[in-house]
């Protein structure tokens, strides 16, 4: 079975550009969530998106924005970057049915804006 | 929102066992405590979750208070591979089963 796949590995922006980063859950899982991870800040919850539909949000501004598409596969879109948004990106997936479930994380792409 | 509260760092020797605490005073009924750990340069790796009975798997072990308001994740004999990054989080089901995630323990295994 796949795991979770993030594409690309890699991004180098610069402020004022946006970008598009890609989440490919495991076969079968409807939940897609999205993570920002900072040495300073942790990781902070970004979105959760299910069944096409976005289930929660984090306190992140308007700049960051997703969605999810019909075979689940979900993309984020961080538009005007700032060098604040120099961070590990990460999705997971799950099948989003229940709290006992686990949570499988890509290895999520590294943005730096420069 | 619950919340959890753990060391930011510990020590251990290798081959011997180690017993990671977390509090989470907050915690409500239906909350599953969930463990997660990240490995350097990775995404995090599920290890284990458990709602009100200790639970075992071939990673680690899980033992649950009574009162359900601390948890202990228990390493029978930790690795120089078991050096990570640990992170106990509650999942609530009253939030659409959002993560909460806290600061980790950062768990530094000596040769």
């Known amino acids: 079975k796949a795991g979770v796949t993030q594409t690309p590995r890699y991004l180098i922006k610069t402020r004022g550009q946006q970008v598009t980063l890609s989440c490919s859950p495991i076969s079968g899982h409807r939940s897609v969530s999205w993570y920002q991870q900072t040495p300073g800040q942790g990781l902070q919850f970004l979105f959760e998106y299910f069944s096409e539909t976005q289930r929660n949000k984090g306190n992140f501004p308007g700049r960051f924005s997703g969605r999810q598409f019909s075979n689940s596969r979900s993309e984020m879109n961080v538009s005007t970057l700032e060098l604040g948004d120099s961070a590990l990106y990460l999705c997971?997936?799950?099948?989003?049915?229940?709290?006992?479930?686990?949570?499988?994380f890509g290895s999520g792409t590294q943005l730096s804006v420069l | 929102d619950a919340k959890t509260t753990q060391p930011n760092s510990m020590e251990s020797n290798e081959e011997e066992p180690v017993h990671l605490p977390c509090n989470h005073s907050?915690?409500?009924?239906?909350?599953?405590i969930h463990w997660y750990r990240q490995l350097p340069s990775q995404g995090p790796e599920y290890v284990i979750h458990g709602l009100t009975s200790n639970v075992n798997n071939r990673m680690a072990s899980l033992a649950i208070a009574e009162d359900r308001k601390s948890s202990t994740l228990i390493l029978h004999r930790a690795t120089l591979r078991d050096a990570a990054v640990y992170y106990c989080?509650?999942?609530?089901?009253?939030?659409?089963?959002?993560?909460?995630w806290g600061a980790g323990t950062k768990l530094i295994i000596k040769p």
């Open positions: 907050t915690i409500s009924g239906t909350d599953y």
């Open positions: 997971a997936s799950s099948r989003g049915d229940t709290a006992g479930e686990k949570l499988f």
């Open positions: 989080i509650l999942r609530d089901v009253g939030s659409n089963y959002q993560l909460i």
